[in-house]
């Protein structure tokens, strides 16, 4: 990878909560990711995943706690300082941009340049390592409202990757994609090597790709851990109410869920 060498970011989450006229969306939520960990926050709809990860990102200032990147406090940096060391793709991300494909992926080298000067060299090999990472290089020339929503993840993603974060936050990557561009995704993250935050849906993709997990429920965390310690037929019955069996799978030595019908 052409990419410069990126010291990966700890992020610490200290009973955080966010309420909205008396409603707790997440409640004294404690969260760490240490350095170049890949950390999952996985749940049913409504537990709060993509409330905690916009007061990450400051989307969402919190009413209550802190959260510190490498322990200084996310809401005291100044925003480009912030956008030199965390990149997020959130949800609410699939703005219409009327550019072509690079130029949208251009776009994260703002935060590590002066106002207004142009791109060099440097600037376009990254976005184009970007794209190729994401396997979207053939779509460059492109115009980005013309993609599919697939697509459109991907080159949000390239365009996170070119701001060359130590903290990368993903809502939902996968979202958009087919199974074998979710691999190929959360592989070309995986390899990194920054520190991640994910809120994934696929309890199985989550158990292969992240280091621990986090599991909210009602906007608090039921349970932290590995996805072995984490993933258990207890949890998925009390969280998610589902029958499941949980195996380590002997190839890739993760557990795997198994849904069962309802008896």
């Known amino acids: 990878m052409s990419h410069h060498t990126v010291h990966p970011s700890a992020l610490a989450v200290r009973g955080a909560g966010y309420e909205v006229d008396g409603a707790k969306l997440i409640a004294d939520v404690d969260l760490d990711v240490a350095p170049g960990e890949f950390v999952g926050v996985i749940g049913p709809n409504g537990a709060g995943k993509s409330t905690l990860l916009r007061t990450v990102h400051r989307v969402l200032r919190p009413t209550a706690g802190t959260v510190r990147i490498d322990g200084d406090d996310l809401w005291a940096l100044p925003p480009r300082a912030l956008a030199r060391r965390m990149a997020a793709v959130l949800q609410e991300n699939v703005a219409e941009f009327d550019l072509t494909v690079e130029e949208v992926v251009a776009m994260g080298r703002s935060p590590h340049k002066r106002l207004f000067s142009a791109d060099n060299d440097d600037d376009r090999r990254l976005v184009m390592t970007s794209l190729e990472l994401v396997g979207a290089a053939h779509l460059g020339p492109r115009g980005y409202p013309s993609l599919s929503g697939g697509e459109k993840q991907r080159v949000l993603l390239a365009r996170a990757l ?4 130590a903290l990368l936050v ?19 993250v995986r390899r990194l090597g920054t520190s991640v935050l994910a809120v994934l849906h696929d309890l199985n993709l989550a158990a292969l790709y992240c280091d621990r997990l986090y599991v909210l429920a009602e906007g608090r965390v039921a349970a932290s851990g590995t996805p072995a310690e984490v993933l258990t037929p207890g949890l998925l019955a009390d969280v998610y109410h589902v029958r499941a069996d949980v195996e380590v799978h002997p190839l890739t030595g993760a557990p795997n869920v198994v849904l069962l019908p309802p008896e």
Do not use: C, F, G, R
Not at 162 to 165: D, G, K
Not at 170 to 188: F, G, K, R, Y
């Open 170 to 188: 993903l809502d939902e990557p996968t979202n958009h994609l087919d199974i074998a561009h979710q691999m190929e995704v959360l592989s070309v």
């Open 162 to 165: 070119t701001q060359e974060p």
